[in-house]
């Protein structure tokens, strides 16, 4: 079995700055593209950003020069690190990933979410 657990949400003023992580765990013999979604209040989910395990890195336009994503390998964990935050960056954020795993298939997997909240 796997899990993503996602950490690091919470609530700041417009402006600030949060950095957002996502461990994942498990039976896993390889972990490929790792990528952060978020859901707004009334919207559909919506990807922001994601990284290969080359190390490539894609952004949602309305996050570019703002937000940037990482991955600790030897962690299995991705990092999004976010700044000069706006009250429209308020979502639920997910981690997701695709893992190889022991029976030696990709799955797709999803973290819980972490609220994070913009204060204008």
């Known amino acids: 079995q796997v899990q993503l657990v996602e950490s690091g949400g919470g609530l700041v003023q417009a402006g600030g700055s949060l950095r957002l992580s996502c461990a994942a765990s498990?039976?896993?013999?390889?972990?490929?593209?790792m990528g952060w979604y978020r859901q707004a209040p009334g919207k559909q989910r919506e990807p922001v950003a994601d990284i290969t395990s080359a190390g490539t890195t894609n952004y949602a336009d309305s996050v570019k020069g703002r937000f940037t994503i990482s991955r600790d390998s030897a962690k299995n964990t991705a990092y999004l690190q976010m700044n000069s935050l706006k009250p429209e960056d308020t979502a639920v954020y997910y981690c997701n990933a695709d893992i190889l795993g022991f029976t030696l298939r990709v799955s797709q997997y999803w973290g819980q979410g972490t609220q994070v909240t913009i204060r204008s």
């Open positions: 498990g039976s896993i013999l390889r972990i490929n593209t």
